[in-house]
Every structure is written in C-alpha cells, then in structure tokens.
C-alpha cells in the first residue's frame, strides 16, 4: 500500500507557467487537503474536499484551483504560477474529514523563476 | 496573535536526555490535540493525538494538555538520535473545523 503520492517530486517553473501539482491516494479516505510549507510560516491550508465531487477555500487560496472528480485525486493547479508560490506542497487525506487523523503524502518542492 | 504558538527552535540535546517541546493556542473552542513529527525532506506523520485535557503515554512519548492554560506539550524520555526531526503541534475544534497548526520545533539529538 502507498498511500499518498505526489508528483512531480520537484520542479523549477517559470512566472506566468501553469502547473499542475498531482496527488493520488489508495486508502479510500473521503476527504482530502493540500498545504503549502513555508519556512517561518509553517503548513498552512490551500484547499480541501470533504468528498468526491466537493471542494473547499482554506487559508491562502487565492492564485490556486483544485478540482475532486473522484475519491482517490486530488490536483491543485497554478493557473500563472508566481515566485511567492514557491513553497513545498504538502497533499494529505483523512477517513471523513476534519474529525481524522490527517496523513500526509511526502510533498512536492516548487520553485518559481 | 497567531491561534497557536510554537518556538521554533533549534533545540539540541545529547542523547539519553528528556526533551520538552510545547505549544500555546489562544481559541478556548480547540478540544483535539495532536503531535506531527516530520523528518527532513519527508512529510509530517502523526505522533499522538488527545482529546481534551490530560495526559497520553505512548512507549517514551508523554503528550500532556493542559486546557485551562491552553498549554500543550510532548515530552521524549531517554532521546535517540533518530528523533532528530520538527515536530509540529496541530490543534482543532469541534465539528468540521480545520487543523491549525503550529511553524514546529526543529529537534537535534547529539549522539
């Protein structure tokens, strides 16, 4: 069992570049997250989906999308990627939503130019 | 203010030491307490998990919340090198709230 991928593992973008940041995971989970992890500032929730089919605004959406059209992905794209979107991207799920123990997938780090 | 504060660190300590890390949240509303340890270049993974105030043992790892001083701490007995990691205090309320959690404590354990 793999639980969470991510990919790509790592990437170098160019400004104004639309990137798509993939997650996929196998444990059947209803919800789903994804986080950016900056130094200083810690993880800090982009997007979320309690189920397939719904989606959710966190703390920092603004410049993301995500869309869930079925259980197991979840991909957060930068439609025009920008420097301050440079950050490690964290994807994680849960059994049902907030009430569970998150588990993390182990991250994609983006550099934008 | 941010909701939860959390000292960065670094902390390092030798081996075989006890280690206190600790956070402090301002939202009265958080009931479920969480420890997320996460290794270099690897995502966060979960430690502990309590709920409300107490205490929690789990082999060298002690989870200790403290509501009435919205104060919660992890303590490592007999420390190892391999528990050189950050570690991240996440918190929420009740119902469909969502994690928040702390910048996390980066640990060193000198051998």
């Known amino acids: 069992i793999a639980g969470i991928t991510q990919a790509p593992t790592s990437q170098i973008l160019a400004a104004g570049r639309r990137m798509t940041l993939r997650c996929t995971q196998d444990m059947r989970h209803n919800a789903m997250y994804w986080y950016r992890q900056d130094l200083g500032l810690g993880l800090r929730l982009i997007h979320y989906?309690?189920?397939?089919?719904?989606?959710g605004k966190g703390e920092v959406p603004d410049g993301y999308s995500v869309s869930r059209a079925n259980t197991d992905d979840f991909p957060l794209t930068l439609a025009s990627a920008v420097p301050s979107q440079t950050s490690v991207y964290f994807c994680?799920?849960?059994?049902?939503?907030?009430?569970?123990?998150?588990?993390f997938g182990p991250g994609t780090r983006l550099t934008v130019l | 203010q941010k909701e939860v504060e959390q000292d960065p660190g670094p902390l390092s300590v030798p081996e075989g030491a006890i280690v206190s890390l600790n956070c402090t949240y301002s939202?009265?509303?958080?009931?479920?307490f969480m420890w997320y340890r996460q290794y270099s270049r690897k995502g966060p993974e979960l430690l502990m998990y309590?709920?409300?105030?107490g205490n929690k043992e789990d082999g060298r790892f002690t989870a200790q919340v403290d509501k009435s001083s919205k104060y919660i701490s992890l303590f490592i007995r007999d420390s190892q090198p391999s528990d050189s990691a950050t570690y991240l205090c996440a918190m929420r309320g009740s119902g469909n709230t969502p994690l928040v959690f702390g910048k996390g404590t980066r640990l060193s354990v000198i051998a």
């Open positions: 309590t709920y409300s105030s």
């Open positions: 989906s309690n189920t397939a089919g719904t989606t």
């Open positions: 939202n009265s509303a958080f009931q479920y």
């Open positions: 994680a799920s849960s059994p049902t939503g907030y009430t569970d123990t998150q588990y």
